[in-house]
């Protein structure tokens, strides 16, 4: 440890703190070990083929990218925002306008029932 020769020297001679203890105390012989953990297997890339890598395998991919995940990665490659309003086909099959627009005002403007019985009334 920089300005701490001894510690330096000896990581555990006042380098490993337990709480407000001043060093690692009983505890030492259950945290210490003597050797290196292994290292899990890990896969370098540049930045370019990790750029590419995220973009090919981020979001909802399977069995194909649904419309929200493709309008981002559309985003990403493009760097220019896209809006549903502009681009009907990155519309989510999964989230109908009507519903959610519905579900947005009555959350919003309405003290909602703790029942949730306002669901049937849509």
Known sequence: MEGNA????NN???GVQVYDMPDAGKFTDQIRVNEPFSMPHVTIMDAKTAYNYVLENAGATFPKRDAV??????T??????IYVKDAPEFVSTYVKKDVFLL?????VSLQIPPS???LARI
């Open 76 to 81: 990403v490659k493009t760097g220019k925002a």
């Open 12 to 14: 555990w001679d006042g």
């Open 6 to 9: 001894r510690v330096t020297k």
């Open 103 to 107: 579900t947005l005002i009555n959350k």
């Open 116 to 118: 949730g019985r306002w």
């Open 69 to 74: 995940d493709a309008r981002v990665m559309k």
